[in-house]
C-alpha cells in the first residue's frame, strides 16, 4: 500500500527524510524545467533526468518497507513522462518495476503505458501481478485481456482483491463464467485444487439480482445427458 509524503516523513529517521526532501525537490524542479505540454504529458529532451538515479537508491536510503511509497511520490512528483516510466520498467528490478506498476494510475498516461501491464502480466511474479491489476489496468484493458488478467490471478494464486474494480466488471458477464468453468474443469481434471477465489469471481459474474441465488461450484459442473 502506498502511503502519503507526511506519513513516510511520520515515519523515517532524519538522514532519511534529508534524502527525500532532496530527491522529491530534484524531481520538481525537472518537472518545472522541462514544463509540461498543455495537452498532455511532457516528453523530457534528455536520455535519463537526474531524479532518475533517485529511484533505483530509493530502498538503500529509506528502507525497502518505504521504497514503494517513496518511488511513487518520485514518479508523481517529476510528472513522469511515459519514456522515464518506460525506461524505470524495463532497466529496474522487480521491486522497481512493481512501484512503477502501482503509480500508472497517478500519472497522465491514458492508455499509453498498456505494454508495461500486459509485460508484467506475462511473468510469474506474483508481486508484478498483483500490481499490474490495479486501477490502470480496470480503465483501460480490454475486456477480453481484463478478463485473462483475472485468470493469471487464480492460475498464480494472487487474490482477486488486488483486482481494481473487479466487482463492476465481472457484474453480468457470462464470457467471463464460461472461462472460469472452464478453468475449474481443467484443475478438476489434473485433480488440482479450485482455487477458492474462484467462487468469489463466478458469484460476481451472475446477473444483477440473480447473485444470492447463485451456488457457485468449487470444480467442474457436473457433465449433463447432453455432453
Not at 525497502?64 to 524495463?90: C, F, I, Q, W
Not at 465481472?170 to 472460469?180: I, N, Y
Request: glycine share 6%.
Amino acid at each position: 500500500m502506498l502511503t502519503s509524503r507526511k506519513e513516510l516523513e511520520a515515519e523515517l529517521g532524519g538522514a532519511a527524510r534529508a534524502w527525500l526532501d532532496e530527491a522529491l525537490a530534484e524531481a520538481a524542479h525537472e518537472a518545472s524545467r522541462t514544463g509540461a505540454a498543455a495537452d498532455g504529458p511532457y516528453t523530457s529532451p534528455y536520455a535519463s533526468p537526474p531524479w532518475e538515479l533517485r529511484y533505483a537508491a530509493a530502498g538503500r536510503h529509506c528502507g525497502p518497507e518505504h521504497a514503494d511509497s517513496v518511488r511513487s511520490l518520485l514518479l508523481t512528483e517529476a510528472r513522469a513522462p511515459l519514456t522515464s516510466v518506460t525506461r524505470l520498467y524495463d532497466q529496474g528490478t522487480a521491486a522497481e518495476r512493481r512501484a512503477v506498476l502501482l503509480t500508472l494510475h497517478l500519472l497522465d498516461l491514458g492508455d499509453t503505458a498498456l505494454p508495461l501491464i500486459e509485460d508484467a502480466l506475462r511473468t510469474n511474479d506474483t508481486r508484478l501481478i498483483a500490481a499490474a491489476v490495479g486501477p490502470c489496468a480496470a480503465d483501460h484493458l480490454d475486456p477480453h485481456a481484463w478478463r485473462h488478467a483475472v485468470l493469471k490471478c487464480l492460475f498464480t494464486e494472487v487474490p482477486v482483491a488486488s483486482v481494481a474494480r473487479l466487482d463492476e466488471r465481472a457484474r453480468g458477464d457470462a464470457e467471463l463464467a464460461r472461462m472460469l468453468y472452464d478453468f475449474a474443469a481443467e484443475r478438476t481434471a489434473a485433480g488440482r485444487p479450485v482455487p477458492e477465489d474462484l467462487r468469489t469471481v463466478l458469484a460476481l459474474t451472475a446477473p444483477p439480482g440473480a447473485r444470492d441465488r447463485q451456488a457457485p461450484p468449487t470444480a467442474a459442473p457436473a457433465p449433463t445427458e447432453e455432453s
